[in-house]
């Protein structure tokens, strides 16, 4: 067991421990709430544009564009949205698990992976995937001109040929206590899956802010739409500025999933140096019990001795 001062100072070492994990649960909420604003204003946004496109590719059945092709899955390119730092629980690993469970899903030599954050591409790298893209340093604050430089990427491996099929893995935020990992198809983009897409939002419980009407899909095969300057032009910037916004929600998603995550962790681990500061000092006061009540012992058999 322990001595008496090798408790005191243990108990003086969690303590200090506490106030570093408390400060770190201020931070991280102060954060949060600047994410969380950034991703409630965005949400609408994203979401009306991608029904938008939704709609317009419906319109546009029978126009072919190489963003609609869909070929044989042999080769896959994933897009992996992590966090630079760590002390957030689990969050980074549930991303890497997801992450590895996409990549199996054809040969290692056929997949293509990119990865936002410093902690997935050390995780990825250690399960044995070869990073081929590396995004470090990208969130606080989160620019737009890095997804539209990510989307170029992806873009240009599924154009020429070399990714079959574009995933994109990132955590969707919902609450502090509530991130759920989401894996998204960004292309192919046909019509007919784009429309399947958009049910399947409908039927699931979708985070504050985002917009889902799967009745303007159906209404849209009715309509005829007339392209100005033409069709080509509009699909393919049209396109393009969705799956830019996309892969932006899904930075800012992961950003506001971080910091929500890392909230919740350095709560818990406060609260549970708090408890062991309680189990700690019950046990100094009962050694000090110990050693006074031994002192009176020997006082007392040190009088009994003297008579």
């Known amino acids: 067991m322990p001595s008496?001062?090798?408790?005191?100072?243990?108990?003086?070492?969690?303590?200090?421990?506490q106030q570093i994990t408390?400060?770190?649960?201020?931070?991280?909420?102060?954060?949060?709430?600047?994410?969380?604003?950034?991703?409630?204003?965005?949400?609408?946004?994203?979401?009306?544009?991608?029904h938008l496109c939704a709609r317009f590719l419906q319109g546009a059945l029978g126009n072919e564009s190489p963003f609609f092709e869909r070929r044989e899955i042999n080769a896959i390119a994933v897009l992996s949205v992590s966090s630079d730092r760590g002390l957030c629980g689990a969050?980074?690993?549930?991303?890497?698990?997801?992450?590895?469970?996409?990549l199996r899903q054809v040969p290692s030599h056929r997949s293509h992976l990119l990865a936002v954050g410093t902690r997935g591409i050390?995780?990825?790298?250690?399960?044995?995937?070869?990073v081929e893209g590396e995004y470090e340093g990208v969130f606080n604050p989160v620019h737009y001109v890095t997804a539209q430089q990510i989307c170029r990427r992806l873009c240009d491996l599924f154009l020429s040929g070399e990714a079959?099929?574009?995933?994109?893995?990132?955590?969707?935020?919902?609450?502090?206590?509530?991130?759920?990992?989401?894996?998204?198809?960004?292309?192919?983009?046909?019509?007919?899956?784009?429309?399947?897409?958009m049910k399947q939002?409908?039927?699931?419980?979708?985070?504050?802010?985002?917009?889902?009407?799967?009745?303007?899909?159906d209404e849209a095969r009715k309509l005829v739409y007339l392209y100005e300057p033409n069709y080509d032009t509009i699909n393919e910037r049209l396109l393009i500025q969705n799956l830019s916004v996309q892969v932006y929600r899904a930075l800012l998603e992961a950003q506001a999933s971080e910091h929500g995550a890392r909230m919740v962790a350095m709560d818990n681990a406060t609260e549970n140096a708090e408890e062991m500061v309680q189990q700690l000092t019950l046990q100094m006061n009962r050694l000090r019990q110990e050693n006074i009540?031994?002192?009176?012992?020997?006082?007392?058999?040190?009088?009994?001795?003297?008579?």
């Open 4 to 17: 008496f001062r090798e408790t005191k100072d243990r108990i003086g070492a969690v303590q200090n421990i």
């Open 22 to 50: 408390r400060a770190m649960k201020m931070v991280a909420a102060a954060r949060l709430r600047r994410s969380d604003v950034a991703i409630r204003n965005l949400r609408p946004y994203s979401s009306r544009l991608d």
């Open 91 to 102: 969050y980074n690993n549930r991303i890497v698990a997801r992450t590895r469970d996409v």
């Open 122 to 130: 050390t995780g990825l790298r250690r399960l044995g995937f070869e």
């Open 164 to 197: 079959d099929v574009v995933k994109v893995v990132f955590t969707e935020f919902f609450s502090p206590v509530r991130q759920e990992v989401l894996v998204r198809r960004l292309l192919p983009c046909p019509p007919e899956l784009q429309h399947e897409e």
């Open 201 to 217: 939002q409908h039927e699931r419980r979708l985070p504050e802010g985002m917009y889902s009407a799967p009745q303007t899909i």
């Open 293 to 307: 009540t031994r002192e009176i012992l020997d006082v007392v058999g040190g009088a009994e001795a003297v008579r």
